[in-house]
């Protein structure tokens, strides 16, 4: 069972967070906060697994907020919700200690996913997010293609297919773009992932932001 923190500003916004994730019968909702300082507040009295932290609460800003709450309570897992696709913003979260970053558009079923990921100890970024990013890191390959594959370690084959699947191609489609097998295209995400040291769409999209092959 996942014992999570609600935060939002808004009371119908919460109560539909609620509502949506009692639905699911590996999570419960333990407490519910409104202000950063409420959060901290509420975790000295109740144990919870996962914060669902609206990046946009009132009072001190989130950013100045997650040191304390990282600080005091290591062993929550973060789990944050804003509105904002920008590289620079979602990484400077993960910096300061998220877990994993969704927006608040992300449907429930993907949200409910993100929190189960982030609980067992996983990092976790959402599909529309993973997807802009890695399109806009796509788009900015050509003014600096080799620079960008030598700090990558990707061949020039491995960069069409993170390309590709940055414009959101399946792995057939991949294939059939490139005049390969599936098999092959496997191989080259697979490598993609062994060469940059990655897991997932969020670490690599982290990495690349560092490095600073994603446009401003």
Known sequence: MILLLLTDGHTLTREALRIGMEAA???????EATTGDELLALLETTPADVVLLNLSL?????????PALRGQYP????????????????????????????LKSTLPSELLHGLTTVAAGRPFLCSAI???????????????????????????????VLGLVAEGLTNAEIAVRLFTSKR????????????TQTRNTAALIKLAARQGLLPD
Do not use: C, W
Not at 26 to 31: I, L, R, S
Not at 81 to 102: C, K, P, S
Not at 132 to 139: D, E
């Open 75 to 102: 062993q929550v897992r973060v789990l944050a919700q804003g509105d904002l696709t920008n590289e620079h913003y979602v990484a400077r979260a993960f910096d300061l200690g998220v877990h994993g970053y969704i």
């Open 25 to 31: 019968k590996d999570v419960a909702v333990v407490g």
């Open 130 to 160: 993973g997807l802009a990013l890695l399109g806009r890191f796509h788009t900015s390959v050509p003014a600096d293609s080799e620079a960008a594959r030598a700090a990558l370690g990707l061949s020039k084959r491995e960069m069409e």
């Open 184 to 195: 092959t295209v496997e191989t080259h995400r697979q490598n993609i992932m062994d060469k």
């Open 58 to 66: 009132p009072g001190p800003d989130a950013f100045a907020l997650l």
